[in-house]
């Protein structure tokens, strides 16, 4: 099931590890010694994504300060010229309220909520890559096994 995807997306991330996560069985000595490229791998990828998170997060973080003064009326004239807003908030519910339901805010919290799902997807492929050597042990150990000399 190939999809197009965007680098540095989830769903890329899903289409490289689809097939990084297919051992050839005949030749377990040869992905034993990938382990290691496949850790450095999805670990940059991991590093990558956390950074442009941070990144996103500090825009968060000004973009709520910026909108905070647009909504109790203390941004720059030039602010309200152009995109008018004809109250002041003064209610802390209410502010909240209106911060909540942000379009510009609620954008750049969805971006970091994917951030947050693509790294939790390559934790688990990075425990997955870590566990590997267990699992070409076991294969291992179960053809001795099967075979006669365990």
Request: aromatic residues 12%; charged residues 35%.
């Amino acid at each position: 099931m190939e999809r197009k995807s965007n680098p540095l997306s989830l769903e890329f991330i899903q289409d490289i590890w689809e097939k990084d996560s297919k051992m050839n069985q005949d030749e377990l000595d040869t992905e034993s010694l990938k382990i290691p490229q496949l850790h450095a791998k999805y670990y940059d990828l991991y590093n990558t994504i956390l950074l442009m998170r941070k990144r996103d997060e500090a825009v968060y973080t000004s973009s709520l300060l910026d909108r905070r003064k647009y909504y109790t009326g203390k941004a720059t004239s030039d602010i309200y010229a152009a995109e008018p807003f004809p109250y002041k908030v003064r209610d802390k519910d209410d502010l909240k309220l209106y911060l909540d339901s942000d379009a510009k805010l609620s954008k750049l919290k969805l971006k970091i909520d994917y951030y947050d799902t693509m790294l939790k997807y390559l934790e688990e492929i990075l425990r997955q890559v870590t566990n590997r050597t267990y699992q070409i042990k076991n294969a291992i150990e179960w053809r001795r096994f099967s075979s006669g000399y365990g």
